[in-house]
């Protein structure tokens, strides 16, 4: 691990999508926790969650701070970890609530960086829907299945991050939370336990992607950071170059 620094890259923006969102979903005398109020006709949950197979979403976000209706209490919840899905189902990490009621109301949502990152926290909201909502046809198929899901893509920047956070950013270890562990060895070991797709007994990734998890999708992200990499140190270069410039100038005077 190389030493924390809170220095600044210059010159380099990055950025990472997310998703925050809602689902809830009829309470049923056979999925209704026990003990809470009658009036409850909803499961729901509200989440801060990663894209499908995108760079671990905890190399830049620590913990996320909820803000519940006043009805709930505490009304301020604070989530400090994140949970995964399967690989099969795009093994997407999630900081999330999950609470039952009967109404609709606005969530307060605070996106806490990690340490290394010297930023402070940032806000969104997020409408916990319960109701069907869109198309006619869309509506119909909520009602059908009782559930209901409601997502935003999000963005977040990062402006000259300082050098730690950017090495994070920039790693090639982001996208070991998919690379679910078998016990097997080597690299090949691990890539085979990443989807349903690939073959039995093969230690390869299929080449094309098949919705689940594939060396053409990997090629691709690790050639995005490359780029990334490549770009930061073009920039770093030309900053550099300046600094020189400047300097040439001072002696100059
Ligand atoms: C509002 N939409 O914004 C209204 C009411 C109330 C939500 C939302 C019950 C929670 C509980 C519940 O669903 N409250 O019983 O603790 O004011």
Same mark, same amino acid.
């Given at each position: 691990?190389?030493?924390?620094?809170?220095?600044?890259?210059?010159?380099?923006?990055?950025?990472?999508?997310?998703?925050? %969102?809602?689902?809830?979903?009829?309470?049923?005398?056979?999925?209704?926790?026990?003990?809470?109020?009658? /009036?409850?006709?909803?499961?729901?949950?509200?989440?801060?969650?990663?894209? !499908?197979?995108?760079?671990?979403?905890?190399?830049?976000?620590?913990? /996320?701070?909820?803000?519940?209706?006043?009805? +709930?209490?505490?009304?301020?919840?604070?989530?400090?970890?994140?949970?995964?899905?399967?690989? &099969?189902?795009?093994?997407?990490?999630?900081?999330?609530?999950? *609470?039952?009621?009967? %109404?609709?109301?606005?969530? %307060?949502?605070?996106?806490? +960086?990690?340490?290394?990152?010297? @930023?402070?926290?940032?806000?969104?909201?997020?409408?916990?829907?319960?109701?069907?909502?869109?198309?006619?046809?869309?509506?119909? @198929?909520?009602?059908?299945?009782?559930?209901?899901?409601?997502? +935003?893509?999000?963005?977040?920047?990062?402006? *000259?991050?300082?050098?730690?956070?950017?090495?994070? $950013?920039?790693?090639?270890?982001?996208?070991?939370?998919?690379?679910?562990?078998?016990? %097997?060895?080597?690299?090949?070991?691990?890539?085979?336990?990443?989807?349903?797709?690939?073959?039995?007994?093969?230690?390869?990734?299929?080449?094309? &992607?098949?919705?689940?998890?594939?060396?053409?999708?990997? =090629?691709? /992200? $690790?050639?995005?950071? @490359?780029?990334?990499?490549?770009? &930061?140190? =073009?920039?770093?270069? !030309?900053?550099?170059?300046?600094?020189?410039?400047?300097?040439?100038?001072?002696?100059?005077?």
């Amino acid at each position: 691990m190389p030493a924390a620094s809170n220095k600044r890259v210059k010159g380099v923006r990055i950025e990472r999508k997310f998703l925050i %969102g809602s689902e809830s979903w009829n309470l049923t005398p056979e999925n209704r926790p026990k003990g809470i109020p009658e /009036v409850h006709t909803k499961g729901w949950r509200i989440y801060v969650r990663n894209v !499908d197979e995108g760079p671990d979403l905890t190399s830049w976000l620590q913990k /996320v701070q909820f803000k519940l209706h006043s009805d +709930y209490q505490p009304q301020n919840r604070m989530i400090e970890s994140s949970v995964t899905s399967a690989a &099969a189902s795009g093994g997407r990490q999630s900081f999330q609530v999950e *609470e039952t009621g009967w %109404g609709e109301f606005q969530v %307060g949502v605070r996106l806490y +960086y990690v340490g290394e990152a010297h @930023e402070k926290p940032q806000e969104r909201t997020c409408w916990l829907q319960l109701e069907p909502w869109g198309s006619d046809e869309q509506k119909e @198929e909520q009602k059908r299945t009782g559930r209901v899901n409601m997502e +935003y893509g999000e963005v977040i920047e990062f402006n *000259e991050p300082t050098e730690t956070l950017f090495e994070r $950013l920039t790693s090639e270890t982001q996208f070991d939370y998919l690379r679910k562990k078998t016990g %097997g060895k080597g690299k090949g070991a691990a890539r085979a336990s990443l989807g349903q797709s690939v073959p039995q007994g093969s230690n390869e990734m299929p080449e094309k &992607a098949t919705g689940v998890f594939s060396r053409e999708a990997e =090629d691709g /992200v $690790l050639g995005m950071l @490359e780029n990334a990499k490549k770009q &930061a140190e =073009d920039s770093l270069k !030309d900053v550099n170059l300046e600094r020189e410039k400047i300097s040439e100038q001072k002696r100059g005077l």
